[in-house]
């Protein structure tokens, strides 16, 4: 490949004087100032200053001249190149300065325009009403208790009074472990959590229980076969259904706002007396009852929407726990959390909240906070 100054004479090439030095420094000069980049100025300092550059040519052949003539020739050569290097210099600190300032200005970030986040996770909508929901009793003094899902027989159904022969045992409710024989299952209900409470902490006991239970129901729009439920247990010397009332008004106030409740008798086997807790609908107050040109979707024109179930606790129940029943009562509650945010939200359909779409919780999180 033949090099940028092959062109130069032979006669410039073998007798360095100082118009021919000249020269070749203007040319180098020249080629150094139109470099408008620092790899073209690279470019420029090889052809001009490399070791196959006219000067470098040149200074190689100073060994050919006569004696007296070679410190000349090197003084001017070495002078020449001298120069040659300052401009390479100067001209590299004027282009790293203009591509540094150029970088700058196209790379320049504007801090206050809007920007577009990654988008984020959310809580789950029942998640989100379950923190709620436990931070209302964590301000009234009561404690937060959880336990297995995996659980035995003996905490889900004996200790609470359930019989042998209850339907709640059978395989169409409950969704026992192979071999059934051995008396595990998924815990139907967050009942068994108070048990655990009653037998491993010391009385007065008030506790709240969260967590996720299993039931052999359908999976369609208004039951899933597993669910979330909150429990309250409180135990201590004095307690009364009227504790209970105020209790539960407080905590409707808390989450639907300025509602009433009401209880209609029921049965529970851990309860006794025992009711179903109805929540005055927070949505038309009861205005849509009777009232065809305004029904209400949420408590379909009812004006109360079945909330859960409460009672006394069962002194059965005391007892299997090792707690004198003449000494301690207590009243126990548990509501389905899944069903209270439907209500909250109208949400339509229960399946919605497993399918794992971050869309419906960040529509739903307002709603359920």
């Known amino acids: 490949m033949s090099g940028p100054h092959e062109s130069v004479d032979s006669q410039r090439s073998t007798e360095p004087d100082s118009e021919v030095v000249n020269g070749y420094l203007h040319e180098a000069i020249a080629a150094i100032a139109a470099a408008t980049t620092t790899a073209e100025l690279k470019q420029a300092r090889l052809d001009h200053a490399g070791?196959?550059?006219?000067?470098?040519?040149?200074?190689?052949?100073?060994?050919t001249l006569p004696p007296a003539e070679r410190k000349e020739a090197g003084a001017r050569i070495g002078k020449a190149r001298g120069v040659?290097?300052?401009?390479?210099?100067?001209?590299?600190?004027?282009?790293?300065?203009?591509e540094l300032e150029t970088a700058l200005r196209d790379e320049h970030?504007?801090?206050?325009?809007?920007?577009?986040?990654?988008?984020?996770?959310?809580?789950?909508?029942?998640t989100a009403l379950i923190d709620d929901m436990c931070d209302v009793f964590v301000a009234m003094g009561w404690e937060v208790a959880e336990g297995p899902e995996l659980e035995a027989e003996w905490y889900n159904f004996d200790a609470l009074n359930i019989g042998p022969d209850h339907p709640s045992r059978a395989l169409q409710?409950?969704?026992?472990?192979?071999?059934?024989?051995?008396?595990?299952?998924l815990r139907t209900q967050t009942s068994p959590v108070q048990i655990r409470a009653l037998l491993e902490r010391d009385l007065p006991l008030y506790v709240v229980s969260p967590g996720k239970v299993f039931r052999a129901d359908e999976y369609d729009a208004t039951h899933l076969p597993v669910f979330h439920q909150l429990e309250g247990l409180v135990v201590d010397k004095g307690i009364s259904m009227a504790d209970l009332r105020g209790t539960l008004d407080h905590f409707a106030r808390a989450m639907f706002g300025d509602v009433r409740t009401r209880m209609r008798p029921h049965h529970f086997p851990f309860t006794e007396p025992s009711a179903e807790v109805d929540l005055e609908c927070f949505v038309c107050?009861?205005?849509?009852?009777?009232?065809?040109?305004?029904?209400?979707?949420?408590?379909?024109?009812?004006g109360w929407i079945e909330w859960g179930g409460c009672g006394v606790v069962n002194p059965r129940v005391l007892q299997a726990?090792?707690?004198?029943?003449?000494?301690?009562?207590?009243?126990?509650f548990g509501m389905g959390v899944d069903r209270t945010v439907m209500?909250?939200?109208?949400?339509?359909?229960?399946?919605?909240f497993v399918e794992g779409d971050i869309r419906?919780?960040?529509?739903?999180?307002?709603?359920?906070r």
């Open 51 to 63: 070791d196959r550059s006219p000067l470098a040519l040149a200074n190689r052949k100073i060994g």
């Open 84 to 98: 040659l290097n300052q401009a390479v210099s100067a001209r590299q600190a004027e282009l790293a300065a203009l």
């Open 285 to 302: 107050h009861g205005e849509s009852v009777g009232n065809p040109d305004a029904p209400c979707r949420t408590c379909r024109s009812e």
């Open 343 to 352: 209500f909250r939200n109208n949400a339509p359909d229960l399946r919605d």
């Open 109 to 126: 970030v504007d801090m206050t325009l809007p920007v577009h986040l990654t988008p984020q996770g959310a809580l789950h909508p029942i």
């Open 173 to 185: 409710d409950t969704l026992w472990i192979d071999p059934p024989s051995d008396g595990k299952l």
């Open 321 to 332: 726990c090792g707690i004198d029943a003449s000494l301690y009562s207590g009243f126990a």
């Open 360 to 368: 419906f919780s960040r529509s739903l999180l307002g709603g359920a």
